[in-house]
């Protein structure tokens, strides 16, 4: 359950967003997940419910938006969709494609008021 | 159907790649919704804020911090990782017994709860600190600055960060290593770096621990070690038994190498600009 502590993490987000830039309350967090990233949604999801209790997110809608994993070949080069990181290159068939993209986990927006 | 954004009929769900639960929006995008309508627009015009952060970014930063001290003090750190059981903490024992006189050893060790293997790994003669994670599934490298200065860790040694057992999620977790090592007990199972593939993709090394109980096995080791290199084709494996001492030569080799190289760099970054040492 490290969803817990990354949770905390979007709520660190937010109190430093809501000190630069003054706002009460949040209604919606868009939060970009790489389908990579060892993230569960459901477990996300309730991490964020119990951490955002008693903080301006309390209640706040969690959008959880998927970048899709993308690698690039190290033998071959060619780039293409990586849904799991042992998955073979479709051009030659090597393994241990590089990921590019669907890795990261980030706020990527706030609806706030 | 998401009775939110329209994108109830003819919405694809995604199955055995990775994305459960996900489903795609008109514009392409996949999202992943509570229940439907969880996310319904209100009434109110909204004011939106762009963010654009990364959730480790502050993980991150500690471990930068944390690497910046140790290639300051020229000290080799590594972060073990396995599944409970795997028998790290006798491995770091043997390991800082066979390293006795010859390198400083500390440890930090990460438990979810008890001192027991820091006072194992004090009982082998080393300088460990215990960290108690309580709910927590994984070391931090804001923990590990905390440990740091209170082990302070003599330069030019080598730091073992074994961090509690999990294969999951320290994967995510940078503590500021050199390297991570994930220790397999070859009484887990072949097939694990696919059943866990971004611990074998986030590691350098392998080291299959055990290996004493093989005769007793069906462990098909070329095949484990076949399905660690799919994840990572440059993953290093190492093979030990922490009980009868085979391998442990190798293992400690490997250490020694890597401290004496951390050791060095740090005295040519200290050296006068433009000397190569």
Known sequence: MHELSLAQSVIEIIENAAARDAFARVRKVW??????????????????????RDTRAEGAVLE?????????????????????????????GGYGLRPVA???????????? | ?????????GDTRIEGQGAEGWHRHADGTLHHHAQPGAHAHGATDPRRLRIEQ????????????????????GIFALNLVSSPGSGKTTL???????????????????????????????????????????????????MVSHAIAQLDPAPGSLLLIENVGNLVCPAAFDLGEAHKVVVLSITEGED????????????????????DLAPHLSFDEAACI????????????????????????????????????????????????GVVA
């Open chain 1, 31 to 52: 939060l970009e997940v790489g389908l990579l990233s060892c993230v569960e949604p459901d477990a996300m999801r309730a991490s964020f419910e119990a951490v955002s």
């Open chain 1, 64 to 92: 959880l938006v998927a970048v899709p994993g993308r690698g690039r070949c190290p033998s071959c080069g060619t780039l293409s969709a990586l849904a799991a990181r042992e998955d073979a290159c479709p051009s030659c």
């Open chain 1, 102 to 113: 669907g890795t990261g986990l980030r706020v990527r927006e706030l609806e706030v008021e």
């Open chain 2, 1 to 9: 159907m998401c009775t939110t954004c329209g994108c109830g009929d």
């Open chain 2, 54 to 73: 990364d959730l480790l970014a502050a993980n991150d930063a500690h471990a930068a911090r944390n690497r910046a001290r140790f290639a300051h003090d």
């Open chain 2, 92 to 142: 770091l024992c043997r390991t800082i017994q066979a390293l006795r006189g010859l390198l400083p050893v500390s440890v930090i060790e990460g438990d979810q709860q008890t001192r027991r293997d820091a006072e194992r790994i004090r009982a082998a003669g080393a300088g460990a600190l215990q960290v108690n994670t309580g709910k927590g599934c994984h070391l931090d490298a804001h």
């Open chain 2, 192 to 211: 694990k770096p696919l059943k866990y593939p971004d611990m074998f993709a986030a590691a350098d090394v392998m080291v299959l621990n055990k290996i």
């Open chain 2, 226 to 273: 076949g399905y660690a290199r799919r994840v990572n084709p440059q993953i290093r494996v190492l093979r030990t038994s922490a009980t009868t001492g085979a391998g442990i030569d190798a293992w400690v080799d490997w250490l020694a190498a890597g401290a004496r190289a951390a050791a060095r760099s740090a005295t040519q970054r200290a050296g006068p600009r």
